[in-house]
Nanobody, 123 residues
Framework: QVQLVESGGGLVQAGGSLRLSCAAS????????MGWFRQAPGKEREFVAV????????NYADSVKGRFTISRDNAKKTVYLQMNNLKPEDTAVYYC????????????????WGQGTQVTVSS
């Protein structure tokens, strides 16, 4: 089992930037894909981005393409989400997740989840 802890959330004005981090610990010896999801109040959890173990495969939700970038540093067991040009509709709790190498946009693919970090974008 992989334990995940997110950090880096906060309050930012529209047009601003934030970088989220997710540190992994525990059973991290196997290759795993890492994803970011988010959940706004009253809405279902939605896919944001995913990255493969080696970083060669990434995928983004259409709503964040060109604004968000996912990356990872396996030596530090950390995945990042750089969020630029933030919009009020990006306000949500952001979760990172770890799953098998084939994991992509479907949250049911992922086996381990962090506790979430709040991102609030003011207009």
């Amino acid at each position: 089992q992989v334990q995940l802890v997110e950090s880096g959330g906060g309050l930012v004005q529209a047009g601003g930037s934030l970088r989220l981090s997710c540190a992994a610990s525990g059973r991290t010896s196997s290759s795993y894909a890492m994803g970011w999801f988010r959940q706004a109040p009253g809405k279902e959890r939605e896919f944001v981005a995913v990255i493969s173990w080696g970083g060669g495969r990434t995928n983004y939700a259409d709503s964040v393409k060109g604004r968000f970038t996912i990356s990872r540093d396996n030596a530090k067991k950390t995945v990042y989400l750089q969020m630029n040009n933030l919009k009020p509709e990006d306000t949500a709790v952001y979760y990172c997740a770890a799953g098998p190498p084939y994991s992509d946009y479907d949250p049911t693919d992922f086996r381990s989840w962090g506790q979430g970090t709040q991102v609030t974008v003011s207009s």
